[in-house]
């Protein structure tokens, strides 16, 4: 099974508008931690988000909240007042406390912003 | 705000001929990790690096490959013969912890092709 699931391989969003960019994830670690990258055309790895397993509140990073729902192992990441900058790959991550907790990557997101 | 740095960023070398991928991680990080990205794939775990030895490694990498912490600063891949399938981007990271609540900080990649 897939641990991380990134079901939108491509999402349009007019400027100033909110998106939500979903993934799901698998695990039976009770410690965990959920990461948001973006990508953009130049192809460095920027790191957006964090939310650990035992956080009872939603992530927040100025316009980048995480809508973490544990029962249903979702951790969609929602932008706000999107720019136009922001137009890039965003990738879902996982990573468990098991072993030495490297980083397993979903398929990630395309997000295109329109003026 | 420390970052990890690689160099090159870009490289093009011939098929079968030996390549070395450098990082210089952030400094007081202990944990350190190669990941691969092929043109429009997933990123993919290549190998953490803790205590001077391997803590894990995935399939992908396999006897043609190698890390080394040569001195106190770099951190390095080595890729003895490479293949055309070997062209990717390539991605270092270091964490201070290896605990799953923590999050690790991303090179900008070398973009590695392989004629």
């Known amino acids: 099974a897939q641990k991380i699931t990134q079901t939108q391989p491509g999402m349009f969003v007019q400027e100033k508008e909110a998106v939500t960019l979903d993934c799901t994830y698998d695990?039976?670690?009770?410690?965990?931690?959920l990461f948001w990258y973006k990508q953009p055309s130049s192809g460095e790895m920027i790191f957006l988000i964090y939310?650990?397993?035992?956080?009872?509140q939603n992530a927040t990073e100025g316009r980048y909240s995480l809508n973490f729902q544990k029962a249903r192992k979702s951790a969609n990441l929602v932008i706000s007042a999107s720019q136009l900058g922001d137009s890039a790959m965003y990738f879902c991550?996982?990573?468990?406390?098991?072993?030495?907790?490297?980083?397993?990557f979903g398929k990630g997101t395309m997000l295109l912003v329109s003026p | 705000e420390p970052e990890v740095t690689q160099t090159p960023s870009h490289q093009v070398t011939q098929m079968g001929q030996e390549v070395i991928l450098r990082c210089v991680p952030i400094?007081?990080?202990?944990?350190f990790y190669w990941y691969r990205q092929i043109l429009g794939q997933k990123v993919e775990f290549l190998v953490s690096?803790?205590?001077?030895?391997?803590?894990?490694k995935s399939e992908i990498f396999d006897d043609q490959f190698s890390v080394e912490r040569p001195d106190g600063s770099n951190f390095t891949l080595k890729i003895r013969s490479t293949k055309l399938e070997d062209s990717a981007m390539y991605f270092c990271?270091?964490?201070?912890?290896?605990?799953?609540?923590?999050?690790?900080?991303f090179g900008s990649g070398t973009r590695l092709t392989v004629v």
């Open positions: 990271a270091s964490g201070i912890t290896g605990r799953a609540n923590y999050g690790y900080t």
């Open positions: 695990t039976s670690d009770q410690s965990y931690g």
């Open positions: 939310q650990g397993s035992y956080d009872e």
């Open positions: 991550a996982m990573r468990e406390d098991s072993g030495y907790s490297t980083l397993t």
């Open positions: 400094s007081n990080h202990l944990y």
């Open positions: 690096f803790y205590n001077n030895e391997i803590s894990e």
